[in-house]
């Protein structure tokens, strides 16, 4: 079972920066392509970053292009977020995922079958 734990979430100014990471255990990681999700109070959740199982390949929604960028480590078993110039809208909780099958490049949150619990991420104004 593909087990995932986020850290790096907190409080931050904006235009600040934070950095999330996942690390996964429990399955092979550098088969995985792997996806971040954030999700504001009452709103769904929403696709952020993903990033192949090589992590050759990246791609962004365009509210956080140019901002934010996503990394991999898979000798650590460790996905990264890296977020700068963060905005009050981008208050969420964020979440790191990988979906159900290896090597399947989606950003397609019903595709992912293994979340973590979640970092909480409050950008103050």
């Known amino acids: 079972q593909v087990q995932l734990v986020e850290s790096g979430g907190g409080l931050v100014q904006a235009g600040g920066s934070l950095r999330l990471s996942c690390t996964v255990s429990?399955?092979?990681?550098?088969?995985?392509?792997m996806g971040w999700f954030r999700q504001a109070p009452g709103k769904e959740r929403e696709f952020v970053a993903r990033?192949?199982?090589?992590?050759?390949?990246?791609s962004y929604a365009d509210s956080v292009k140019g901002r934010f960028s996503i990394s991999r480590n898979n000798a650590k078993d460790t996905l990264y977020l890296q977020m700068n110039s963060l905005k009050p809208e981008d208050t969420a909780v964020y979440y790191c995922?990988?979906?159900?099958?290896?090597?399947?490049?989606?950003?397609?949150?019903?595709?992912?079958?293994?979340w973590g619990q979640g970092t909480q991420v409050t950008v103050s104004s």
């Open positions: 429990g399955g092979s990681f550098s088969s995985y392509a």
């Open positions: 995922a990988a979906p159900g099958r290896t090597r399947y490049y989606t950003q397609e949150r019903d595709e992912y079958a293994y």
């Open positions: 990033i192949s199982s090589s992590g050759s390949s990246q």
